[in-house]
């Protein structure tokens, strides 16, 4: 049994060396801007693996210098009660654990806010399961007890897919518009909003599947509640 121990201490060392790591790396994005997420360098291989050129296009863009429209469309889009919530809407992962279960062991809805997708698209692979999840929860935790409610958003904006190797608020708006965050217009940014939850979709006609989302319907319901999302002042 002594080995059945020692195998399960050098597991719970491992897991709480990983969640120090997660404090130290989130510790400094309050200062420093993160350069890349692990989304980003598993799309960077996918493209790119041994190629000099590579079509993965990234800017960043300060949260001042990103136009409120183009905030409030997003909050809208993926997360309305973003400024309120502590990192978690209990009542949409309710429902995403009954849709799960009734799906069997796959998992078909993540019921994830804006922080939860953060987490995920920072450190945490694509795969879908609980175990993902669990970690995903912890890593929300302290993103929410770290950082600032205003930085978790800048941070998403400018690392967030918005297409085929394309990331962040700078590369979208330049793709897509030839223009800039702070300069694109209420409508440009209602369309960049729509295309969060298929971003390769929106990018690329290839991407898109049977039943794929109605960008029209949704840059609608967007465009419907921009004026109600109440963005606090920049600290």
């Known amino acids: 049994m002594r080995w059945l121990t020692y195998f399960l201490k050098c597991i719970a060392w491992g897991f709480v060396s990983i969640q120090l790591y997660f404090v130290v790396q989130i510790t400094l994005w309050i200062f420093i801007n993160p350069s890349s997420t692990a989304f980003q360098r598993a799309e960077h291989w996918r493209l790119c693996q041994f190629s000099f050129t590579c079509p993965i296009q990234h800017r960043w863009v300060p949260y001042a210098q990103i136009s409120n429209d183009l905030k409030r469309a997003i909050l809208v889009s993926e997360d309305d009660i973003f400024f309120i919530h502590p990192g978690v809407r209990i009542e949409d992962m309710q429902k995403a654990w009954e849709r799960n279960q009734k799906a069997g062991s796959k998992v078909v809805r993540g019921g994830s806010t804006i922080t939860q997708q953060l987490a995920k698209n920072l450190f945490l692979s694509s795969e879908k399961n609980y175990f993902r999840k669990t970690q995903e929860l912890i890593v929300t935790g302290l993103l929410e007890l770290i950082l600032s409610k205003q930085r978790i958003l800048e941070i998403y904006m400018n690392s967030v897919e918005w297409g085929e190797g394309i990331f962040g608020v700078g590369a979208a708006t330049q793709h897509y518009f030839v223009s800039t965050p702070k ?53």
């Open 183 to 235: 300069n694109i217009t209420r409508d440009q940014a209602v369309s960049l909003a729509s295309a969060l939850p298929a971003p390769k979709c929106f990018d690329k006609s290839k991407y898109c599947k049977r039943g794929s989302i109605d960008f029209s319907a949704r840059q609608q319901f967007i465009l419907e509640g921009m004026d109600r999302i109440a963005l606090p002042k920049p600290k």
